[in-house]
Structures are given as C-alpha cells and as structure tokens.
C-alpha cells in the first residue's frame, strides 16, 4: 500500500487533494498538519474523510514547518487521536508523552536527515519498547549500503517496520520495502511537490513501478551506475516485464565505485536475480564474475550480470549488439559489404571501446584506438592487438567507419562533441554510441556532412534485448523496446 503525503496551507487544499487522491486509488493519505498556516481543526480534516489518514505533525529538525511550540505540536497530536484519525506519526522522544487511546494506530517514527547510523537496529529496539502499531525509520542515505540496513529491519522485525532510506541513493529501498514487510510506503502528491529527499511521486509509484505489484516473490533487476537517474534502461525493461507479463521489477542503482564490491556481494540478500552495468563499472566488475562468458573473458568488461548461487554470470551484450548495428548498415549500403578489411576509428578507450574493439576484431576489421589519453589507448590496443593514434590525429585520419565510444554529447552536456564538423568524410559510416539524446551534435555534423550514421538508439535496442533475454529466458519485443526509448528521449525535457 502506498501513503501519500499531502501538505497545503490551507484546509480547503487539504481535503480536496484528499479527495482527488481517493478517487485516483490512493488508499492511505498522510495529512501534514504542520504545514497548515491557521489554527489547525482536526474536526474539519477528519470528518466525512474519503479514505484513511496518517495524521503527522513534523517539527523543523524532522524535516517538517511547525514554527510553535513543542507543546501546543503535542497537542495537536492528541486531539488527532481523540478526534479518530486513524493513525497518528509520533516521534520516538515524545512517545511517552502522548497516550493511546480508543482504535487509533501509533507510529512510532524516526528520521535523521544526515545519515543511516551505525546503531540503527538500536534504535529499532528503543522503539520497539514505546508501544508502537508502526514503526517507521526514515534515514538519508550516503552509500547503497544504507538501503540493504533499512530493509534488513522490515525483514527482520516482530512489529511491523516501514524503513527506507532518504536521497537519490535511497530511492530503490522507498520501492523495495514492501516486498521486505513493510506495511506501507510512502509517496508525495506531486513530483513538483516533494516533502522530503527522493520522495517519488504517487503516480510514479503507482503506474511506473507498480508498487502494488511488488510482493515477496518478486524478482529484482536493475542498472548499476554512477549516476544513474539519466538511465533509461527501467524504462524499456519494466515495460517490457509487463508486456510479457513477469513478475519482476527493474530499479536504477546508484552505486559509487567503492562500493561496487560490497554491492555486488549483497545482491542475493536482496534477492536481486541481474544487473545491466554501466559507466563507471563495466570493467571493475569483471573481478566479481566467477563465470565469464567468451566475450567478457577477451574483452574484460561486462555490461550484464546475472545471479544464480552460488555463481555470478558475466557477459557482454555491448559487443555483438554494436556489430550487429554496423554490419547491418554496411549490408545496406552495400549487398554482400561486410565488416572484414574496413578501417574502424574508435574513439575512447573504456568499457564501450573495449568491447566493440574486440567485436570488430573478431569481425577481421582494421581496428585503430584514439583516446584523449594515449597510454589509456595504447594499452587497449595492445590488449587487442590493434593500432592506437594520439588524441589530435583524429583530425585526418582515413577511416571507412567512425565510432564514439566516449560520454562526450550525452544528456545533459549536449552541445559539445568530440570530433569537429569539417573532419568529416561523407565517404565514412558515423555511429555514435550515446543514445540520450539520440541525435547528438556528433551524429548530426556527420549527417550534414552526408555521412551514413547509426545512432546509438539502434545499439541500445539491441543490447537491451540480449540483456532482457539473459534475465528472463525471454525475447522481447524490439519494436516496443525502440518505441520506448524514443518517446522517453522524446519526452525529456532538455
């Protein structure tokens, strides 16, 4: 079940955003007492209520706006008992001040704006002991760890815990909480309107991750990355989860690099079957994965893991996703043209490079490596037994296809590229693999250039369905996938 928080100034907003949540599904609504600007009458905020309430009156050091007294805030949370509110959020240092009475539901509640301490299960015992209905933990995340904490204490709790962490980090355990045994979580009215960090909107809740959906059997998938809120990967594969109807759910993992390890070891704890693995892990990755298949052995970069205790499977759906691209464009271009003799300009030297490096290679093209950083590029090439150029030789070197596989004109940075107009030869095939935006300053200089471009649209497809394939045993749609992707591109609001 998902809460929604609401806080107006004024009563009248109150209760028509009450009554307009009720009527879109909203099964349990959060009124936030201390936002009201007047004398607040509990009587009018209750009476004829159109679904149940959390009634919650939040200090300043709690993330709330009560400006008097600490007195006249524990007031106005027993008359919200004594006026039947249903349940009513108590912080844990005034529990004992304030009394059950009749049916009305206590939650006893939490929050540290600053961290997820140490002591948290701790702190979960004190409240254990103030008489609670509810408890609820609400911590600001610093690390991905934190989220694995608070969910540990829904699993593992006699009273009923929601617990879930604050900030962009702590958005998947806000998702994830009642899969683990959390009564309720909590969402806000408006995306435009958040009441405290990471706090995702009803609607988000309700229709993109279907939150309802999620119970204890639900497989989880994901993207790691850092950062990861520009990803459109849960986009494609929760809608195609859907399509297919598979009881999974695909969320975006922020994980820095340091804790990458420590993530990746937690994943079956969290009963997290896969993950799509981006910038900056591709690479690091590779010394968790004790199964490697042969493209992740040559390449030494994996864009995909999949767990199966006790083994953790690597693989590399880049690679044959981005030959697919190009071998098919030079089908096109020409009828029986294939990849082998073609000299390739590929620049960049990470994870990206690597791997189609390595599949063009296999495909017996010329492959040449052109890195900001020649070592970086040297060593790639050596790795692959290709040839690698310095940076500023990028400007006239004769190449039949033209390959980015550097961040560089990725959303939201999108006027800048990494190869100059004039230095295009329309006689070149132009691929770009950044995809957001689909048409990057890079792919539209080449355009104009008149060369044949790829954009990094049709590589993403690709790989997506090779990863979708790997998670679940099944094809998706690509056409759904494309559709997808272009309509979020389309939608972003640049």
């Known amino acids: 079940m998902i809460c929604v928080s609401v806080g107006r100034g004024r009563h009248k907003m109150m209760m028509a955003e009450h009554k307009h949540l009720s009527e879109q599904g909203a099964e349990l609504v959060e009124l936030r ?3 009201i600007r007047r004398p607040v009458d509990l009587k009018r905020l209750l009476k004829d209520r159109p679904c149940p309430v959390v009634a919650t009156c939040r200090r300043p050091a709690d993330g709330g706006k009560w400006m008097k007294s600490e007195s006249d805030r524990v007031m106005v949370l027993r008359t919200a008992i004594a ?3 249903d349940y009513v959020d108590i912080e844990m240092d005034i529990a004992e001040q304030i009394p059950r009475y009749k049916d009305t539901q206590r939650i006893i509640s939490y929050h540290n704006f600053d961290e ?3 002591n948290l299960e701790e702190i979960h015992h004190q409240m254990t002991e103030l008489d609670p209905d509810i408890i609820k933990i609400a911590t600001m ?11 540990r204490l829904c699993r593992d709790s006699q009273i009923p815990t929601i617990a879930f962490c604050m900030g962009e980090m702590g958005v998947t355990s806000r998702l994830l909480c009642g899969k683990f045994g959390a009564p309720f979580t909590y969402a806000t009215f408006s995306s435009d309107r958040k009441l405290a960090p990471g706090m995702l909107s009803f609607e988000q809740m309700r229709d993109y991750y279907k939150y309802d959906s999620i119970g204890k059997d639900t497989k989880i998938l994901g993207v790691i990355a850092d950062p990861v809120a520009h990803s459109l ?6 809608t195609c989860l859907r399509d297919k109807g598979l009881d999974y759910i695909y969320l975006p993992f922020r994980v820095p690099r340091e804790y990458l390890e420590q993530f990746v070891n937690a994943c079956s704890e969290m009963d997290i079957c896969g ?7 591709k690479e690091s990755v590779i010394k968790l994965i004790n199964a490697l298949d042969d493209n992740v052995a040559g390449i030494r970069a994996a864009n995909t893991l999949v767990f199966k205790n006790p083994n953790v499977y690597g693989y590399n759906t880049d690679c044959s996703a981005a030959v697919e691209s190009v071998s098919k464009t030079i089908e096109e271009r020409q009828e029986g043209g294939t990849l082998e003799g073609a000299r390739v300009l590929i620049l960049g030297s990470g994870g990206v490079a690597r791997a189609i490096a390595f599949g063009l290679k296999r495909a017996k093209a010329n492959v040449t490596i052109c890195a900001r950083d020649f070592r970086k590029a040297d060593a790639l090439a050596t790795a692959l037994d290709c040839e690698p150029v310095d940076w500023p030789s990028r400007a006239n070197f004769e190449c039949d296809v033209l390959i980015n596989c550097t961040p560089v004109g990725m959303y939201p940075e999108m006027d800048v590229t990494p190869f100059d107009a004039e230095w295009f030869d329309k006689k070149a095939m132009v691929f770009d693999t950044v995809y957001n935006p689909e048409q990057t300053l890079f792919i539209k200089q080449a355009r104009q250039a008149g060369c044949t471009t790829i954009t990094g649209v049709d590589m993403f497809v690709r790989q997506a369905a090779k990863q979708f394939k790997l998670f679940t045993g099944e094809n998706p749609d690509l056409k759904l ?5 272009k309509r979020a591109i389309s939608a972003a609001k640049y």
Do not use: F, K, Q
Request: proline share 11%; hydrophobic share 35%; aromatic share 6%.
């Open 33 to 35: 007492l201390d936002y």
């Open 83 to 85: 006026d039947g509110a």
């Open 233 to 238: 990967s849960p986009i494609v594969h929760n």
């Open 481 to 485: 996938i494309r559709y997808e992707v």
């Open 116 to 118: 997820t301490p140490s």
């Open 275 to 281: 993950l799509s693995v981006t910038i900056p892990h």
């Open 141 to 151: 995340a610093n690390n991905p760890m934190d989220n694995i904490t608070a969910l």
